[in-house]
């Protein structure tokens, strides 16, 4: 590497990439001389146009930003031409970037993607993991290509997913393993070497589409496990949902437990008590132990037994 600060452009947008732009911002002999995000979107009751995470980290940080629309148009391109950066970092940034953005930069551009590749490429792979019932998961730092999450890996690492892992939790803690990994990645440019690129096998590929919020509805013909897992990984967003004797509500935690109920439809209330709200399922018995109901807060499900006495079915 030579004797002056490597240029770098960082692009992201959400919460997930701030670690990495932090690990950046941090890294010896590297100057990020711009910050690439997407365009302010409406948030919130006013509909305002609100910044991004990471566009008010840059700002705290004093690194300009830019917010093209698309970097397919010629004046985009120029724009980042203009930067003379030697290497760009892609993290959830939520464009794509065309052929002849990844060509610019001389080093590429790196991609911190949160899955073990080639394992769920695509927009979702944090929760698609837990909802599959994967035993583990991680981040893969990736040089780009034109194709979807198909570059060679650079370097990679992996976690457990617990029992008692939300896609809330899952997601703070590759955040944070996604910025040592490419803090890993920038050490060794400034050592003045490549980290080696490994290309992804044929096998095991997978696709992690984007969530919808269409998939929030349980449906309690699957198993409950399944079920399970599907209110964990939908933590914090979309949030599963149920109609519970009647009325629609928020399911934010909820325990598979084994035993059949043979002669009840799927979704049956079965039991409720102090200890949980018991619906069946296809091979056992949804426990729900944490609702919202509309317009209210999360609460634990004695408390809305408590508000619902008439569902009170056992000790």
Same mark, same amino acid.
């Given at each position: 590497?030579?004797?002056?600060?490597?240029?770098?452009?960082?692009?992201?947008?959400?919460?997930?990439?701030?670690?990495?732009?932090?690990?950046?911002?941090?890294?010896?002999?590297?100057?990020?001389?711009?910050?690439?995000?997407?365009?302010?979107?409406?948030?919130?009751?006013?509909?305002?146009?609100?910044?991004?995470?990471?566009?008010?980290?840059?700002?705290?940080?004093?690194?300009? *930003?830019?917010?093209?629309?698309?970097? #397919?148009? +010629?004046? &985009?391109?120029?724009?980042?031409? !203009? %930067? /003379? =950066?030697?290497?760009?970092?892609?993290?959830?940034?939520?464009?794509?970037?065309?052929?002849?953005?990844?060509?610019?930069?001389?080093?590429?551009?790196?991609? *911190?993607?949160?899955?073990?590749?080639? #394992?769920? +490429?695509? &927009?979702?792979?944090?929760?698609? !993991? %837990? /909802? =599959?019932?994967?035993?583990?998961?991680?981040?893969?730092?990736?040089?780009?290509?034109?194709?979807?999450?198909?570059?060679?890996?650079?370097?990679?690492?992996?976690?457990?997913?617990?029992?008692?892992?939300?896609?809330?939790?899952?997601?703070?803690?590759?955040?944070? %393993?996604? =910025?040592?990994?490419?803090?890993?990645?920038?050490?060794?440019?400034?050592?003045?070497?490549?980290?080696?690129?490994?290309?992804?096998?044929?096998?095991?590929?997978?696709?992690?589409?984007?969530?919808?919020?269409?998939?929030?509805?349980?449906?309690?013909?699957?198993?409950?496990? =399944?079920?399970?897992?599907?209110?964990?990984?939908?933590?914090?967003?979309?949030?599963?949902?149920?109609?519970?004797?009647?009325?629609?509500?928020?399911?934010?935690?909820?325990?598979?437990?084994?035993?059949?109920?043979?002669?009840?439809?799927?979704?049956?209330?079965?039991?409720?008590?102090?200890?949980?709200?018991?619906?069946?399922?296809?091979?056992?018995?949804?426990?729900?132990?944490?609702?919202?109901?509309?317009?209210?807060?999360?609460?634990?499900?004695?408390?809305?037994?408590?508000?619902?006495?008439?569902?009170?079915?056992?000790?």
């Amino acid at each position: 590497m030579s004797d002056r600060p490597l240029r770098l452009v960082f692009a992201g947008t959400p919460a997930f990439a701030l670690p990495c732009l932090e690990a950046c911002l941090h890294a010896g002999d590297v100057r990020v001389v711009a910050v690439l995000t997407q365009p302010d979107r409406p948030a919130g009751r006013g509909r305002r146009l609100q910044a991004g995470p990471v566009k008010q980290a840059a700002r705290t940080a004093g690194v300009p *930003v830019l917010q093209p629309p698309s970097l #397919r148009t +010629r004046e &985009a391109q120029q724009m980042l031409a !203009a %930067l /003379a =950066a030697e290497l760009m970092v892609v993290v959830a940034y939520g464009l794509i970037l065309p052929r002849a953005v990844l060509a610019l930069p001389r080093l590429g551009c790196w991609n *911190v993607h949160a899955s073990l590749l080639p #394992r769920w +490429r695509g &927009a979702a792979p944090i929760q698609r !993991a %837990l /909802a =599959a019932g994967d035993a583990e998961t991680g981040v893969c730092l990736m040089r780009m290509e034109a194709g979807l999450d198909t570059g060679p890996v650079l370097l990679r690492a992996a976690t457990p997913i617990g029992p008692e892992d939300t896609g809330g939790s899952l997601h703070d803690r590759l955040a944070g %393993l996604g =910025a040592q990994v490419l803090a890993a990645g920038l050490a060794h440019l400034r050592a003045g070497t490549l980290p080696p690129a490994q290309p992804q096998p044929a096998a095991g590929v997978t696709y992690a589409h984007k969530l919808e919020k269409s998939e929030a509805a349980l449906d309690f013909r699957c198993g409950a496990l =399944a079920l399970e897992r599907q209110v964990r990984a939908f933590d914090p967003w979309p949030v599963a949902e149920a109609a519970i004797a009647g009325e629609h509500v928020r399911i934010w935690r909820a325990q598979a437990l084994p035993g059949t109920a043979p002669h009840a439809a799927p979704g049956t209330l079965l039991r409720a008590s102090a200890a949980g709200i018991d619906l069946a399922c296809a091979d056992g018995l949804l426990r729900v132990l944490e609702v919202q109901r509309a317009g209210g807060r999360r609460i634990a499900a004695r408390d809305y037994l408590n508000a619902r006495p008439d569902l009170r079915i056992g000790p």
